[in-house]
C-alpha cells in the first residue's frame, strides 16, 4: 500500500491593525460564549446571550448580544462581564469596545439612542464610573470602535454597561437592542512615578532615603519645577565629596510595579553650575538603577553628565533591557565620588523631577508548533493552580470487582507521558468499591479516591532518571486521608525503562497479584485476605491524571487501550468517532480538559498565550491570498483548550474534516 503524507505548513500573521500591547487586557472577545456575563442590578427583563455577530465578520468569533424592553421611568439594567480574573486597574488609560446599535430600537427626545453608563466592578462589588457615551443615531446598524478615557484604581474584576430607561428627563420606551465586542483595557504608554508636587513626596510619601554609602548628602523638595508650574517642585540633592571614595544612593520609593511593562525609565535632571567637574569635563557619573521589592536591585546603562547639562533641565531616557523582569518599588541614583579613576571633589547639587515608566513592550506574536495526533484518550491536567487535580473517566458499569471474580486484569497502555523532569505527574488506575463510598457522594466526586475508605491504586511516575516506576498501594478503612498507603500499604513497586507501554495488575485469585510493566517483567505480591474481602461486591475502576504539582499544570498523558477481563469485560481501543458513553463517564475536575482523539485526529496545533486577538486561519495553498479563511467555520469546531502556566498555549485537535486540502495545508494566526 502506498502511503501519503500529509505536508503542512504554520505561520504567524500581524494585519487588520497594529500588534497588540503586552499590557492591554482582554476582557472578553466572545468567541464562542458569553462567559458568565450577569446583570447586577436592575428591575429590567434584559437578556444577554451569544451571537455570530462579530464586529470584524470573523466566522471563529461572535458578540455578546443584549436586548431590554423599557417602558420609560424607572427599568435599568447594568449588563456586567468578569474578568478571567482581578487586575490592578492602575496604568490603564481607557476602556476600549466595540459597539453595534440595532436600528430597530427606539431613540430618545434628543435624537439618540441611550446614555449608556460605563463602569469598572470593584473586587469589593463597589463601583468607578467612566465617562458615559451618548449613543447617537449614526451609531445604528454599523460597528463602532467606542474609546472611554479613564484614570481608575484598585482592583477591578468586571466591566459594567448600564443604561436607565427614564434618564435625565430623556426617557427610553420600547425594546432595546445592541451588541458588545472586543473589550479591552488598554495600558497607558506612560506611568509617571513621581512628580515631586509637595514636600511630603520627599520627606514622607514614604522618605527618599540613602540605601547605602558614606556621602553626606541631603535631600529636599525645591520649588525647582522642570516644567515651571508653580504649583509643583521637584527632588533636590546635594552631596560634598572628598574624591577617595565617598558614594551615596538615592533611593525614591514608588508605588510597586511589575517589569517588564515599559521599555524605558525618563526624567527630567538640572545640574547645579556650582558644582565640581572631572577630570573627563563631565560633572558626575550617574549610576542609575532599579529597587526589587526583595531589595535587590537592577542596573540600567548609566548616565555621563556632560557639561552641557549644567543649568539646564534634560530630558534623560535610559532603556530597561527586555531581561529585567521584577517587581519594584524604588528607582536608585547612585554616585561615587572616586569612580572610574575620574574623581569629584566637591561639593555636587541636582535636580530631578517627573521620573516616569514609558514605552510598554509589543506583545510578541504567539508562537506555532504541530505535533501528530494519537488516536485515544488524551487527558491533559488542565486547570491552573491545583496540583491535586483528578482528570480521569471512570467505568459506568461496576461489574468490576475481582474478589470472588478472578482471575481478571486491569490493564491501560499509555502512548505518550510527560518528559522525564515531570516526576511528579501520574498515571493512575483506582479500583473503589461502592460500599467505600461516603454516604451522599456518588462515583463522581473528583477526590473519591481520597475520600473512599478502601481504594487500590496503580500509579504511574517518571524517576528523572530515564525511567518509570508502577506502584501498587492499598488503602483500607482510612476515608478523607491516603491512610498507609505510600507506607505500610505500598504492596509492590516495578521499573520499566519508559512509562510508555502496558501496565497491568492481574489478580490470580482473592489474594496473589501480579504487577506487570510494558516489557513484560514482573513482580508477584499478596493482598492481605482480610483486606482484598473489603472489596467485594460493586466496584468502579477509574482511568486518568494528577499532576501533583504546579510545575506539571498542563502536561498530558494519552490512553490507547483499556483493559478489563472477567465479570462484565472492557475492551476499548478508542476506534470509535466518540468516547463510548455506555461504557464511560468523564470524572475530571476540567472535564474539557480529557479529550477523545478519533482515528480521524491528525494534527495539534498549539499556539503560545497571550492569544486574545489571534484567530486561526487555513488555506489549501499559498499562491491565492483570498483562499485564506477562518479555520473555524462551525460552532464547536476547532475551539482551543486553554493550558495553564507554565504551560501558557492554546492546543486544538485538527481532523480529516478540518483539513483544508487532503494533500497539503497551511494554518496561520491572524491579528485582529
Not at 553628565?305 to 524604588?330: C, E, F, K, M, T
Not at 525511567?467 to 498507603?485: E, H, I, L, W
Not at 478508542?574 to 491528525?602: E, K, R
Request: negative net charge.
Amino acid at each position: 500500500m502506498k502511503k501519503h503524507l500529509y505536508r503542512i505548513a504554520l505561520c504567524v500573521l500581524a494585519c487588520s491593525g497594529s500588534l497588540a500591547l503586552a499590557q492591554d487586557y482582554v476582557v472578553n472577545t466572545f468567541n464562542a460564549n458569553i462567559n458568565g456575563v450577569f446583570n447586577w442590578r436592575g428591575n429590567g427583563l434584559q437578556t444577554y446571550s451569544w451571537s455570530s455577530n462579530d464586529a470584524h465578520n470573523n466566522p471563529s468569533s461572535g458578540s455578546l448580544q443584549v436586548v431590554a424592553p423599557f417602558n420609560g421611568p424607572g427599568d435599568q439594567f447594568v449588563c456586567t462581564c468578569p474578568l478571567q480574573a482581578a487586575q490592578d486597574i492602575s496604568g490603564y488609560s481607557a476602556l476600549e469596545f466595540d459597539l453595534y446599535w440595532d436600528t430597530n430600537s427606539p431613540t430618545r427626545n434628543d435624537g439618540s439612542y441611550a446614555y449608556f453608563e460605563i463602569g469598572l466592578k470593584n473586587t469589593d462589588s463597589s463601583q468607578q464610573w467612566l465617562p458615559a457615551y451618548n449613543v447617537p443615531a449614526t451609531n445604528g446598524g454599523n460597528w463602532v470602535h467606542v474609546s472611554i478615557p479613564m484614570s481608575a484604581s484598585g482592583q477591578v474584576d468586571g466591566v459594567c454597561f448600564k443604561m436607565n430607561g427614564g434618564n435625565w428627563g430623556n426617557p427610553t420606551s420600547g425594546t432595546v437592542g445592541f451588541w458588545v465586542d472586543d473589550i479591552k483595557l488598554i495600558k497607558s504608554t506612560t506611568l509617571v512615578l513621581k512628580t515631586f508636587d509637595t514636600g511630603e513626596s520627599v520627606t514622607s510619601d514614604p522618605a527618599v532615603f540613602n540605601w547605602w554609602g558614606n556621602g553626606l548628602q541631603t535631600y529636599s523638595w525645591s520649588s525647582n519645577d522642570a516644567n515651571n508650574n508653580p504649583s509643583s517642585g521637584s527632588l533636590q540633592v546635594v552631596a560634598p565629596f572628598n574624591g577617595s571614595g565617598d558614594q551615596f544612593v538615592c533611593t525614591i520609593p514608588v508605588a510597586q510595579q511589575v517589569l517588564p511593562s515599559y521599555t524605558n525609565l525618563e526624567f527630567d535632571l538640572y545640574w547645579d553650575t556650582s558644582s565640581p567637574t572631572r577630570n573627563d569635563g563631565s560633572y558626575a557619573y550617574l549610576e542609575i538603577g532599579l529597587k526589587n521589592t526583595d531589595w535587590s536591585q537592577d542596573w540600567l546603562p548609566a548616565y555621563n553628565v556632560p557639561a552641557s547639562n549644567g543649568g539646564n533641565w534634560v530630558h534623560v531616557v535610559v532603556p530597561i533591557a527586555l531581561s529585567i523582569n521584577n517587581a519594584i518599588d524604588g528607582i536608585i541614583f547612585k554616585m561615587n565620588g572616586g569612580n572610574w579613576s575620574n574623581p569629584t571633589s566637591g561639593t555636587v547639587g541636582f535636580w530631578v523631577d517627573n521620573i516616569m515608566l514609558t514605552g510598554p513592550i509589543q506583545a510578541l506574536p504567539p508562537s506555532m508548533t504541530v505535533q501528530k495526533a494519537i488516536p485515544g484518550l488524551r487527558i491533559w491536567a488542565s486547570q491552573a493552580n491545583n496540583s491535586v487535580q483528578r482528570d480521569e473517566v471512570r467505568t459506568v458499569n461496576n461489574d468490576h470487582t475481582w474478589y470472588n471474580s478472578s482471575p481478571r486484569t486491569y490493564s491501560m497502555t499509555l502512548a505518550s507521558f510527560p518528559e522525564q523532569s515531570h516526576t511528579n505527574f501520574q498515571a493512575h488506575m483506582f479500583l473503589i468499591p461502592l460500599s467505600a463510598m461516603p454516604s451522599g457522594e456518588g462515583p463522581d466526586n473528583a477526590w473519591e479516591d481520597y475520600h473512599a475508605t478502601n481504594i487500590v491504586e496503580v500509579q504511574i511516575n517518571n524517576t528523572g532518571d530515564g525511567r518509570a516506576t508502577g506502584m501498587f498501594m492499598v488503602k483500607t478503612n482510612a476515608p478523607g486521608s491516603d491512610g498507609n498507603m505510600r507506607t505500610t500499604g505500598t504492596l509492590a513497586i516495578i521499573t520499566n525503562s519508559t512509562a510508555l507501554g502496558t501496565w497491568s495488575v492481574t489478580f490470580n485469585n482473592n489474594t496473589d497479584v501480579r504487577l506487570t510493566s510494558p516489557s513484560g517483567a514482573y513482580t508477584n505480591f499478596t493482598v492481605p485476605a482480610g483486606a482484598a474481602a473489603l472489596f467485594g461486591g460493586g466496584l468502579c475502576v477509574y482511568f486518568g491524571i494528577d499532576p501533583n504539582a504546579d510545575a506539571d499544570a498542563g502536561q498530558s498523558a494519552t490512553f490507547t487501550h483499556l483493559q478489563i477481563t472477567g465479570g462484565d469485560p472492557i475492551n476499548d481501543t478508542f476506534s470509535g468517532a466518540a468516547l463510548d458513553t455506555n461504557t464511560w463517564a468523564v470524572t475530571s475536575m476540567d472535564q474539557v480538559g480529557t479529550a477523545f482523539v478519533p482515528p480521524t485526529g491528525v494534527f495539534w496545533l498549539s499556539w503560545s498565550l497571550p492569544a486574545g486577538t489571534w484567530f486561526l486561519q487555513a488555506s489549501p495553498d499559498l499562491r491565492n491570498p483570498s483562499d485564506w479563511y477562518y479555520a473555524r467555520q462551525n460552532p464547536g469546531q476547532l475551539v482551543p483548550l486553554t493550558l495553564p502556566s507554565p504551560i501558557s498555549r492554546n492546543v486544538v485537535l485538527v481532523t480529516t474534516n478540518d483539513l483544508p486540502s487532503r494533500a497539503k495545508g497551511f494554518f496561520r494566526l491572524i491579528n485582529q
